[in-house]
């Protein structure tokens, strides 16, 4: 089973893309999906729940 896609938005060129390549990234308890750029080298996070990041691990 492959992972949820999930919709990010890239603060630097102001656009929603969506992406199935990301990781699950546990900061100071809040848990975040993190994924590349597609108009850079800079990664953009979203935050996901608890639920989302143990199922999509």
């Known amino acids: 089973m492959g992972k949820e896609q999930l919709e990010f938005y890239d ?3 102001k656009k929603k ?3 199935t ?17 597609q108009s850079g080298t800079h ?3 979203r935050v996901v729940s608890k639920d989302f990041a143990a ?3």
């Open 17 to 19: 893309f969506k992406a």
């Open 43 to 45: 990664e953009c996070w």
């Open 21 to 37: 390549d990301y990781r699950i990234v546990n900061k100071g308890g809040r848990m975040f999906a993190v994924t590349k750029s």
């Open 11 to 13: 603060v630097k060129s």
């Open 55 to 57: 199922k999509n691990k």
